[in-house]
């Protein structure tokens, strides 16, 4: 069962990548990652992402595809922390893009490995 202190981490990072996926810029959101990165796609499948500039060109193309896709905007729910010993946890989290009425675009589960500081 999650601690608070892992709650925080948890929601902290989503939040996080709240304010970097509002930028639209891939750089943003490279910065909540460590490399190499391994992503899982909307299509199901691993990519490797083993440098900086890996990540910021997934990203980028993820976000130009939401801006596409009249996605203005990403919020989070339904939050999952599962610690693993004293230093690592699995996180899952609903996922929602809104246009700019705040009408959801997209919906899926995603989940994170985060390191407990």
Avoid: N
Wanted: hydrophobic content about 45%.
């Amino acid at each position: 069962m999650a601690v608070p202190r892992e709650q925080s981490v948890a929601r902290e990072f989503l939040d996080a990548f709240v304010a970097a996926f509002a930028t639209f810029d891939g750089a943003c959101v490279a910065d909540l990652f460590a490399t190499p990165h391994l992503a899982l796609s909307s299509k199901g499948e691993l990519v490797l992402l083993p440098t900086r500039a890996d990540v910021e060109r997934y990203y980028q193309a993820a976000l130009d595809s939401y801006r596409r896709d009249a996605c203005r905007s990403a919020r989070w729910s339904e939050l999952d922390v599962a610690p693993m010993g004293s230093r690592a946890m699995p996180v899952t989290a609903t996922w929602e893009l809104l246009d700019g009425e705040d009408q959801v675009r997209r919906r899926w589960r995603q989940s994170y490995s985060l390191q407990i500081a």
